[in-house]
């Protein structure tokens, strides 16, 4: 069955930047952008949709990837956030599995070294990090922690001399199952204070457990983390990460990043929405000549469109280092509602072709609700926007 094209190149807009928001981006990173959108268009959205039914992540990728070289764009290559965002978007209008590769290798695991680890730290693992030779994921969540995380962190850290003995759980830890290192926040029971440390996985009290029967994201590898007695050199602890408030540094960036995951998923939705409205006839004509369709196209494009407006001006902010917790709270609360209505009304135009993943549809729809979800529910991001502006906070 054919798949749709980002490159339809047979109806305006083709890229369906109906602004033309790539036109802000400088030449040379425009050109870049083009570039790694054609590689996924070659390599990515045509094996995307068999992986995700398999439940299996494509590991031949990640050498690909590597050859990319866009590992960590902004703080390593000098580009703007504006293009890491682009960049983002466009890598999850692909696959959102791939997406959340790249952006717990890149933003979360990357982000956690190159914000929080000493100079040291940085020069050992950092080159072998943006190399892809080896990979890394960001362990927050806990079965009985999530939006509550960063008082309620159950997992323990105790020091013994030079060494530290981690106790614990993580849950939804995505790709866990084959990465090098993980990135384990857990309290130190000694100040009460949440440290990072530099986990390998093949350390004895470590292990992973797929988690099954997923509905999103089949093909990351979401797993169950149980630390048992497990001992690290201090070495490995990150020398900046001494308070959950060290932690959300990192967590400010990624929350930014997840609105623009939910701009990458918008637009695939329309994709595929609008080359089905124009192809599939009905009473003898394209669904594209009925106005009602019409409009849910329109919609769908115009909530990507303001989404990505958002996002836009937030990394201008980024760029001139203005942002605010509150600005990524807000953005990505609004982003990923208007996403979630946008993937309804494409699986609508699909009709019962919505429902099965050989349309693509169906595996944009549900990938929608993990990232509705995680980096902050919608209700959590919500009221931190809401503290901001009133000045009253509705939780604790």
């Given amino acids: 069955m054919s798949q749709p094209s980002t490159q339809t190149t047979d109806l305006p807009y083709p890229t369906g930047d109906f602004f033309d928001f790539e036109g802000l981006l400088p030449s040379h990173e425009r050109e870049r952008l083009h570039e790694v959108r054609r590689w996924l268009d070659a390599e990515v959205r045509p094996i995307a949709t068999d992986y995700w039914n398999r439940s299996e992540f494509p590991m031949e990728l990640i050498p690909k990837i590597a ?8 703080r390593r290559q000098g580009h703007s956030h504006l293009f890491a965002g682009l960049l983002t978007a466009e890598i999850h209008r692909a696959d959102a599995s791939v997406g959340t590769f790249m952006s717990g290798q890149d933003g979360l695991f990357t982000g956690s070294i190159e914000l929080l680890a000493s100079e040291e730290q940085k020069a050992a693992w950092l080159p072998d990090i943006y190399a892809l030779k080896k990979t890394g994921v960001f362990a927050i969540t806990e079965p009985l922690a999530g939006s509550d995380v960063a008082g309620g962190t159950r997992t323990t850290a105790v020091r013994e001399g030079d060494k530290w003995v981690l106790n614990g759980e993580k849950r939804w830890i995505g790709n866990s199952t084959f990465s090098d290192y993980v990135i384990i926040w857990a309290k130190d029971i000694e100040d009460e204070q949440v440290k990072g440390f530099l986990v390998d996985t093949k350390t004895p009290g470590f292990s992973a457990t797929l988690i099954q029967n997923r509905i999103s994201l089949r093909s990351v590898q979401n797993a169950d983390i149980k630390l048992t007695d497990l001992r690290i050199s ?8 001494n308070s959950f408030r060290d932690t959300n540094k990192v967590l400010k960036s990624t929350r930014a990043t997840v609105g623009w ?9 329309f994709d595929v929405a609008r ?5 599939r006839h009905q009473f003898g004509k394209p669904l594209a000549a009925f106005q009602l369709v019409q409009e849910q196209l329109v919609t769908m494009l115009s909530n990507s469109m303001s989404s990505m407006g958002m996002m836009v001006r937030l990394a201008q902010l980024e760029d001139a280092g203005e942002s605010k917790n509150e600005h990524s709270a ?8 208007r996403m979630r209505e946008t993937v309804a009304l494409g699986r609508s135009i699909l009709g019962g072709n919505g429902i099965v993943t050989d349309y693509e549809m169906a595996k944009i729809f549900c990938d929608a609700e993990a990232i509705y979800t995680y980096e902050g529910t919608y209700e959590i991001n ?9 000045g009253v906070a509705a939780f604790v």
Avoid: C, H, N, W
């Fill in 67 to 74: 050859a990319l070289d866009i590992i960590s764009p902004v």
């Fill in 234 to 241: 201090d070495e490995f602890r990150l020398a900046g990460a």
């Fill in 261 to 269: 995951q939910a701009v990458g998923l918008q637009m695939a939705a």
């Fill in 275 to 279: 080359k089905y409205a124009v192809e």
């Fill in 330 to 337: 807000m953005a990505k609360a609004f982003a990923t509602k």
């Fill in 382 to 390: 919500t009221l931190v926007a809401g503290r901001a502006i009133t």
